[in-house]
């Protein structure tokens, strides 16, 4: 068999699942955060169970989590662990079919920084209000609204009177810059 045939002959090979180990390189788990959790990935060619442990950074026992499912499609274990703090280290150990492997993942931060504050007066308005900037990576714009209303048209007296009440209990609250 030429090397053009052969060469051929294990592409559909691996293309029909013929020989699914070559389809899956058994590489190193990835983990993406969010605030309260972190996804978990694991590429392998064995489908079975795969357990998770994991704990904050260099702090007390390993804890379980969920196992990963396995999708034969993409031939990886799939998972989250939830339930974490926002802006932490975790150490995380995975164990499928008799090996082992560990990493560390830190959630994202839910604090922002603050760049600038726009202030709205307070009380009733149906004047439209236009913020022409945008929060950059140094900071995003917060736009507190010191009991303001802005509305396109006027709402029912009885809700004018509970917007009054809201504006007089917050008068004595100032923003911060």
């Known amino acids: 068999m030429n090397p053009r045939s052969l060469h051929l002959a294990l592409l559909f090979a691996v293309g029909a699942g013929v020989v699914p180990f070559l389809r899956a390189a058994e590489t190193a788990p990835t983990a993406v955060a969010t605030y309260e959790c972190l996804g978990l990935y694991w590429a392998s060619a064995d489908p079975g169970e795969c357990a998770v442990q994991f704990r904050r950074e260099g702090d007390g026992p390993w804890r379980a989590a969920l196992p990963l499912a396995y999708d034969a499609r993409d ?20 164990i499928a079919g008799g090996r082992a492997s560990a990493l560390r993942a830190r959630t994202r931060s839910d604090r922002f920084p603050v760049g600038e504050t726009t202030a709205l007066p307070p009380g009733e308005s149906v004047e439209s209000f236009t913020i022409a900037k945008s929060g950059t990576l140094a900071g995003i714009s917060a736009r507190p609204i010191k009991a303001a209303i802005i509305s396109s048209r006027r709402p029912p007296a009885r809700a004018r009177r509970s917007m009054r009440a809201i504006a007089a209990a917050t008068s004595s609250s100032t923003p911060t810059t």
Not at 75 to 93: C, F, N, Q
């Open 75 to 94: 031939h990886e274990y799939r998972g989250s662990i939830v339930g974490l703090a926002p802006d932490t280290s975790y150490e995380i150990k995975l």
